[in-house]
């Protein structure tokens, strides 16, 4: 982990290996201080604490979180006495999406024998995020703690003169997705609406949705955007996001029309430059996305977590790639 100033009174604490669970977070050090994402597990949330205290030498005053997703969360509870700040629809799901005891489990069973040897039998993939997990991450003491404050589209926060936009922008990358623009500072944090050079996941929403928030990011003309993974950029790294996006769709309607399923198609469909992105194997989970949108179906049908790591694997073994989620 290392710690960013983006800008006069902004920081971003940044996971430098870009994996799954390698959440940024963020730091405005005005008004009694604002940390926007607590980290995936408690001592990374420790570790961007020790970070941001040098810059700011207390506790924050408040938390946002961009999103439901347990990586932006779950480091919640360190903040005691926090008013905790998210999206309504956020607020809901995290009791669902952001439950640590599948996860947990999943690391457990990957430790025991008899379990990991079961789980490379049934579910290959879904053994080797576990694995990747352990090498980082341990999610022993998690308890979930939900925001104390929630907000519908929009929300104000007015720091010493300082204001700080809360935009409701989900269902797109979640369905709570937040996007927390501080235009004095020229700056966006813009959670998972925005993976940089890492290939992004949705898990519900739609492409239409996603790249209109894209397009909103871009033209709010920050001069920097923290993205909820990978390195700090500007404008550009929305504009390769929304290419990526782009030939991503394209290329999925032309497997789809040919009748080759997601998993085929994810298995020939050219990376082109985002191949050297970290998990370039992940392009099955947007795939498949695709080829729910042109079957029509709800955007917020659940997903098989432990059968999507098992494309996932798939596709990487299939295409003689690292695994890596």
Not at 246 to 269: H, M, N, V
Request: charged share 25%.
């Amino acid at each position: 982990m290392k710690m960013e100033q983006v800008s006069a009174n902004c920081f971003a604490v940044l996971n430098e290996k870009n994996l799954v669970c390698d959440a940024n977070s963020g730091l405005i050090n005005l008004g009694g201080g604002v940390v926007i994402d607590t980290q995936s597990d408690l001592p990374h949330g420790r570790q961007m604490i020790k970070l941001f205290g040098k810059v700011w030498p207390g506790m924050p005053k408040r938390v946002i979180n961009t999103h439901e997703d347990a990586d932006h969360v779950w480091g919640n509870q360190l903040f005691e006495g926090a008013e905790i700040i998210a999206h309504r629809t956020a607020a809901e799901r995290m009791k669902h999406v952001a439950d640590p005891k599948e996860t947990q489990q999943l690391l457990k069973a990957a430790n025991g024998f008899l379990s990991s040897m079961l789980l490379k039998v049934l579910h290959p993939g879904a053994l080797a995020i576990a694995r990747q997990l352990l090498q980082d991450y341990n999610f022993d003491g998690i308890k979930l703690v939900l925001p104390t404050t929630v907000f519908d589209e929009r929300h104000v926060i007015n720091l010493d003169g300082t204001e700080v936009q809360l935009i409701f922008v989900g269902p797109c990358h979640q369905a709570g997705d937040t996007i927390i623009p501080v235009p004095q500072e020229g700056v966006v944090f813009a959670g998972d609406v925005l993976f940089r050079l890492c290939t992004p996941m949705g898990w519900t929403g739609s492409y239409a949705k996603w790249l209109k928030i894209l397009d909103l990011i871009i033209s709010l003309e920050p001069e920097v955007i923290v993205p909820g993974h990978g390195p700090v950029c500007g404008i550009e790294g929305v504009m390769e996001m929304k290419a990526y996006l782009e030939y991503l769709r394209d290329e999925s309607r032309r497997c789809f029309d040919q009748g080759l399923t997601s998993l085929e198609a994810s298995k020939r469909i050219d990376f082109g430059p985002y191949g050297a992105w970290r998990a370039p194997a992940r392009i099955y989970l947007n795939v498949e996305r695709a080829y729910r949108e042109f079957r029509n179906e709800p955007e917020d049908k659940p997903w098989d977590s432990a059968k999507s790591f098992d494309s996932i694997y798939q596709v990487a073994k299939a295409r003689e790639i690292a695994v890596e989620f």
